[in-house]
Structure formats: C-alpha cells, structure tokens
C-alpha cells in the first residue's frame, strides 16, 4: 500500500464539504478528459504523497478539522479507497467523496459499508454532449450511479460546471428534465466556469452570455461562483 497516488492536500477548507472544515486530498489521475478541466496536471501526471503520509497528515489534525474531501482527479479508481475511507473514519473524521460517478459497484460499496457522508456527483452534460465534453463515452456508467444514490436516499448532491459556449441554457435543461424524471430531490449546483492557464483541453474564455432567465424551474437550481 505505497502507491504515490495523492497528488496534493488542502490542509483546510471551509467551502467544499458543506457545514464542515475539512481538508481536501486530491487523487492523481482521472478516467475522464473534461476540456474545461482546471486540473491538467492532476489528471496527468503520477501523485506525490502515499495514503499512509495523507493519513499521518490527518493524525496532527485530531480535533482540528471535522472532515475530509477524497477530490481529484478521481478518487474512485484506486481499488483501496474503502480501506482508506475506513482508516479516515476512523480517526473520527466525516468523509466526502467527489465523483464523476464512472465507478457504481465503488460508490454502492463505500455506501453499504457506511465509508461515506455525503456525495457530490457530477453531472457533466446531457447525454448527447457527455463524450464531447468529457471524452468518455460511458454516460450509461454514470447514469446506473445516478439512479443507485437517488434509489438509496443518501445524502448527495448533483452538480455541472457551466462553460456558456459548451452548455447552453437548453443543455441545462435537458439536465434538469432528466434529474426531475429520475425523482432526484435534492438542490442542482451551478458552478461557473473559470478561465484559467492549467485547462486540459483547448478550452477558451466564455465568448456567449448564459441566459440563465431560460433554466426550468422544476427542481432547486443554485449558483455557486
Ligand atoms: S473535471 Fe473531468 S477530467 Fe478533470 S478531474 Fe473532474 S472528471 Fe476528471
């Protein structure tokens, strides 16, 4: 078990585990391509720390910090998550896992296993656009993982990152159609998409406006950033 698969930790953050401080670990590679991906070199490249440093990383935060965010790149590829989710659990921290939901049977498992508090899954894009975007072509994948935490009832979130160009008001809205036909109930997160110099595909700087006046009002849409 001394894979160099964590790329980096955020010792601290106040925003991305909802009502928590945390920390975030971020996982080495990704089995998606997402062009306005902002973790180029994430997704790319090999990781820098071992479990076991991020572990006794968490050792000197006892008392400290509530939870963990198990971000990336994506998590859910490396076949000891549980293992880890359980040594982290341990140590008394709450555990938030960031998926792009392309690992059902992982996610279904730290579920059944009580490995995980809350979920934030990413819906990319409507099912026409998911390869263009994210390069992948298992929308199915993602949507059985979709269908499994609406069907469990455990607590998660469904969010998009909106480049305006790539995702229209009405791509949206297929988004929002689907959630809703699915019987998702909880609140659909906006984020906006920020220009950046790290992007692995050849994305560029938002040229139309969202006309965000036009998005359904049929589930809770929030915007964050
Ligand atoms: S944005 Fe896409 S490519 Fe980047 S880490 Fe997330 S799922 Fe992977």
Redesign the pocket.
């Known amino acids: 078990m001394t894979d160099k698969a964590l790329y980096d930790i955020t010792p601290f953050t106040l925003l991305d585990y909802p009502e928590h401080l945390a920390a975030i670990f971020w996982f080495a590679k990704?089995?998606?391509?997402?062009v306005?991906?902002y973790?180029r070199d994430?997704?790319l490249n090999e990781g820098k720390l071992s479990p076991q440093e991020a572990l006794a990383f968490l050792q000197s935060r006892l008392g400290l910090l509530e939870g963990v965010v198990l971000s990336?790149?994506?998590a859910t590829m490396y076949e000891w998550l549980a293992w880890f989710a359980h040594e982290i659990k341990s140590l008394g921290f709450k555990v938030k896992l960031d998926t792009?939901g392309l690992n059902t049977a992982m996610v279904k498992s730290l579920i059944e296993n009580s490995l995980v508090d809350y979920i934030a899954l990413?819906y990319?894009a409507p099912k026409e656009k998911f390869l263009s975007i994210?390069r992948d072509k298992h929308f199915n994948i993602f949507s059985q993982t979709l269908n499994y935490l609406i069907a469990s009832e455990f607590p998660f979130e469904v969010r998009t990152?909106v480049h305006s160009d790539l995702l229209r008001a009405e791509d949206i809205n297929r988004i929002i159609q689907d959630l809703h036909r699915r019987g998702y109930k909880g609140v659909y997160y906006l984020h906006r998409f920020l220009y950046t110099d790290t992007h692995?595909g050849r994305v560029k700087k938002e040229k139309s406006p969202f006309e965000s006046e036009k998005l359904s009002n049929k589930i809770p849409i929030v915007w964050r950033g």
């Open positions: 990704c089995q998606m391509r997402c306005y991906c973790n994430m997704v990336g790149g994506e792009n990413d990319k994210t990152t692995l």
